[in-house]
């Protein structure tokens, strides 16, 4: 365990004013009093590990994340479980994610233990922020960025490790969602950074998902680049389909898309109910065909902000998909989000080991 210092901020949020602030969340723009941080520098290594009052970074205007973009962050949440304690989902296996981000970034590597104990430390000492309201928690963001001095092209030789958090609500409202699916743009090709969680294929990203909106949607789903056949993922989330037989498609993971914990948990749990996942190339003309005649009965998409947020339709220049009556959530969406959401809940038996208490 590395021993980490805690600074506790002097003027912490009012408790009547925290209360208020819980009781209207929306996503991301609240954020809790503190942050955990630790550096990095080739001759230290990991260092300073410490809990200080959130506050703004100050940075050099040559500092290398700021020119050559090298940055990776995670998402991932605390739960105020049934009986009051607080707990996390799977941690460790964002912090294994972490790692493999860092590795395609040519980042330094951050120990995932340390990983997983700085998130701890923090959500210990914000403990009072983590809401318990339905569809409440609060969202962690884990983020490195590069920080030397430095206008060469290389990977840098120092990194902020940084934890902030902030107590959400459903990141969309309730109901489904639509999405777009994006014809101009694409998210990542095959030897690309796709499967890294970096903030560069967020930037990329951004004009289509300004497209979607414009188009009336909620969401933009990405096809892949090579063909613009196949359904990759969407712009925050993965995606999975239901099929009339009662399975379950996914796109596979090739290297392009992220390897989402949810998604991962969501094959488990489903293969728990006796669902078949099948994880296959879904072409794009077929998925519109097949929700036409009733092949495809319910998509969803799934990744930690949008939990499962079920989705009434997709929509392209020539037409829709509409799944049901494109409002309201199929019976394998509300199924498996409730079998989701109770073990992260802390109500239901945790057979997988998920829930790490903090
Ligand atoms: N795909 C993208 C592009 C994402 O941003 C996310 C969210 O983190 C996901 C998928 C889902 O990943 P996870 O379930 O690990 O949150
Ligand atoms: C997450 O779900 O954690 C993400 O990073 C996606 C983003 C929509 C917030």
């Known amino acids: 365990m590395t021993s980490f210092i805690i600074e506790k901020t002097e003027t912490p949020t009012d408790p009547i004013k925290r209360t208020e602030l819980l009781a209207n969340l929306a996503f991301g723009r609240i954020f809790t009093d503190h942050m955990a941080i630790i550096r990095y520098s080739a001759d230290k290594g990991w260092h300073d590990a410490k809990i200080t009052p959130r506050r703004p970074l100050s940075i050099d205007p040559a500092s290398t ?12 949440k605390a739960y105020r479980e ?16 972490f790692a493999e981000s860092a590795r395609r ?3 330094a590597e951050l120990p995932e233990d340390l990983f ?5 430390e923090l959500v210990r000492v914000d403990q009072d922020w983590v809401p318990s309201g339905e569809g409440q928690s609060l969202y962690l963001r884990p983020f490195m960025i590069s ?4 206008l060469g092209v290389k990977p840098a030789n120092e990194y902020l490790f940084i934890v902030i958090a902030c107590p959400v609500g459903a990141y969309f409202g309730s109901g489904c969602v639509s999405v777009w699916v994006s014809e101009n ?3 990542a090709a095959i030897g690309g950074t796709g499967e890294a969680k970096c903030g560069g294929n967020y930037a990329g990203s951004l004009i289509a998902q300004a497209e979607a909106k414009e188009k009336g949607c909620d969401q933009v789903l990405f096809l892949d680049a090579r063909e613009r056949r196949f359904v990759e993922e969407m712009g925050g989330m993965n995606v999975m389909f239901v099929r009339k037989d009662g399975k379950i498609v996914t796109p596979p993971l ?24 099948l994880e296959e190339p879904i072409d794009i003309d077929e998925l519109f065909s097949g929700a036409a005649s009733g092949k495809y009965t319910e998509a969803f998409a799934c990744g930690t902000a949008a939990v499962l947020s079920p989705i009434g339709k997709f929509v392209r220049p020539t037409g829709e998909a509409v799944f049901g009556d494109g409002k309201t959530p199929g019976p394998v969406s509300q199924q498996l989000k409730k079998t989701l959401t109770d073990v992260q809940g802390g109500r239901t038996n945790d057979v997988h080991g998920w829930i790490h208490r903090i």
């Open 65 to 76: 994340v700021l020119h050559y973009g090298q940055e990776i962050f995670e998402g991932m």
């Open 147 to 150: 920080n030397e001095v430095f």
């Open 185 to 187: 743009y694409t998210r």
């Open 116 to 120: 997983v104990q700085a998130v701890d």
């Open 254 to 277: 090739g290297g392009t898309i992220l390897r989402g914990i949810t998604r991962n948990s969501l094959i488990q749990l489903a293969a728990d109910q006796g669902i078949e996942v």
């Open 105 to 107: 970034m040519g980042m």
């Open 82 to 97: 049934k009986d009051g304690h607080v707990a996390t989902f799977r941690p460790e296996a964002n912090a294994a994610r």
